[in-house]
C-alpha cells in the first residue's frame, strides 16, 4: 500500500511516496481504519522543515486528520465496529492501526469528504471564538480568510451571530469569502486599518482572528475596539509579532495564544464536546466546510505547492 513519508527535514519535494506493507491486525484495544480522505495544512510545511513547536522526527508519515471506514477491530473494541465511519489522525496513508480512543466515530450519513475537510481547521476557529468569548453582534476581523483556519472562522462566526468583516490578498479569494458568507471584504495587501474603522464607525473590531501575524499583527492592534480581544492562532507570515502593551492598556484589550493541541491534551473532555459539537453542525448543514483541491497521494508536491503560492481557500485535500 502507499504512504506518504518525510524522510529528512526539508521541503514538500523532499517527501517520498513509497510503497509498504499493509499494517498487521489491529492490537486488541486498536481499530483499523481504511483512508480515504486526508486533509494537509500549512502547519505540516513548518513540520517538515523542522520548525514546529512538538516536532516528530523523520521518518514519519505526512499529514494529519482524515476520514475512512473501519475494516476491522481489536478484541476489546466495543464502541466501533467494521463499516463504521470514522475520523483520526493518520495521514497519507492507505490503512493505519489507532487506538479505539483516538479515533472518532462519525453517524452514517455524513459526507466523509467534508468529514476530513473540517476537524483542525473548525476546532481551531471555535475553541478560539469561544476563548474570546465573541458575541452576537459583535464585529469579528478575520484575517487570512480564505486559509483552511480563515475560513472556518468567517463561518462559525456567522454562525455565532458577529457580523464578520474578512481580509485576504486577492480579489479572487474575497468573492468566494463574500459568497460562504462575510459580511464585509477587505483586500488587505495594501492595509486595512482604515477600511475597518470605517466600517466600525471608527470603533475598531471587538474580536480580531490573527492566523498571520507580522505586519498584519502590528496593524490589527491599531484597530482594536475597547475591550477588544486579539486571538494568536498562528504566523503564515513567517513572523511573530510582539505586542505593545501600552497599546493595550490604553485600549483595555486582550492578546490571547491558544493551541488545539494543548486543549486536546490538557482539556480532553472539552475537546471532544467541542468535536461532537462540530460534528452535529456538520450534520445539520450548520456549517460549510470548502475543499479547493483535491490531489492523489502520487501528487503530494503539487498538494503543497498550492498552500505555498497561497492558492488554498479552504482545505486542500489528498485521497
Ligand atoms: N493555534 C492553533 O491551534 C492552530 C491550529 C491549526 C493551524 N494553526 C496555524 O494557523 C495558520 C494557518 O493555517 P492554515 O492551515 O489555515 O493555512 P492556510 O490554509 O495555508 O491559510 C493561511 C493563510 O495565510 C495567509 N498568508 C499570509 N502570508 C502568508 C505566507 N507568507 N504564506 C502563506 N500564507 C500566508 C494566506 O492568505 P492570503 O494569501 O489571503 O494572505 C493564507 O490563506 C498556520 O500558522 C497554522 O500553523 C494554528
Same mark, same amino acid.
Given at each position: 500500500?502507499? @504512504? ?56 514519519? *508519515? ?47 450519513? %455524513? ?64 468573492? %468566494? ?8 471584504? *477587505? ?17 475598531? @473590531?471587538?474580536? *480580531? ?15 482594536? @475596539? ?5 486571538? %494568536? ?7 511573530? @509579532? ?78
Amino acid at each position: 500500500m502507499k @504512504a506518504v513519508f518525510c524522510e529528512k527535514f526539508g521541503g514538500p519535494k523532499d517527501l517520498v511516496v513509497k510503497e509498504i506493507e499493509p499494517p498487521d491486525t489491529p492490537k486488541p484495544d486498536e481499530v483499523q481504519i481504511n483512508l480515504k480522505y486526508r486533509g494537509i495544512a500549512f502547519a505540516d510545511l513548518v513540520r517538515m522543515a523542522g520548525n514546529y513547536q512538538d516536532n516528530r522526527t523523520p521518518p514519519y *508519515i505526512v499529514g494529519g486528520d482524515g476520514s475512512g471506514i473501519i475494516t476491522c477491530v481489536g478484541k476489546n473494541v466495543t464502541s466501533i465496529k467494521p463499516g463504521d465511519k470514522v475520523t483520526s489522525a493518520g495521514g497519507c496513508v492507505e490503512l493505519i492501526n489507532v487506538s479505539e480512543s483516538k479515533v472518532r466515530k462519525l453517524p452514517d450519513d %455524513i459526507d466523509l469528504e467534508l468529514a476530513a475537510a473540517f476537524g483542525n481547521t473548525y476546532m481551531t476557529a471555535f475553541y478560539g471564538l469561544h476563548i474570546a468569548q465573541l458575541q452576537p453582534n459583535e464585529t469579528l476581523l478575520v484575517h487570512g480568510a480564505a486559509g483552511g483556519v480563515g475560513l472556518a472562522a468567517v463561518d462559525l462566526g456567522k454562525l455565532m451571530g458577529a457580523r464578520v468583516i474578512a481580509t485576504a490578498s486577492s480579489d479572487e479569494k474575497l468573492a %468566494i469569502v463574500k459568497q460562504l458568507g462575510a459580511d464585509e471584504i *477587505i483586500n488587505y495587501s495594501n492595509g486595512f486599518r482604515e477600511k475597518v474603522k470605517d466600517l466600525t464607525q471608527d470603533l475598531g @473590531a471587538d474580536v *480580531i482572528y490573527d492566523p498571520v501575524g507580522g505586519d498584519i499583527f502590528d496593524e490589527s492592534m491599531r484597530c482594536i @475596539a475597547p475591550y477588544g480581544r486579539i486571538l %494568536i492562532v498562528g504566523f503564515t507570515s513567517g513572523r511573530p @509579532a510582539l505586542a505593545k502593551t501600552n497599546h493595550l492598556l490604553v485600549k483595555d484589550a486582550s492578546v490571547i495564544g491558544y493551541t488545539v493541541n494543548s486543549l486536546q491534551q490538557k482539556r480532553p473532555a472539552l475537546f471532544d464536546e467541542y468535536a461532537e459539537t462540530l460534528v452535529d453542525y456538520l450534520v445539520k448543514g450548520l456549517i460549510k466546510p470548502h475543499i479547493s483541491h483535491r490531489y492523489k497521494m502520487d501528487e503530494i508536491v503539487q498538494a503543497f505547492q498550492v498552500i505555498i503560492d497561497r492558492r488554498v481557500i479552504g482545505k486542500v485535500l489528498v485521497t
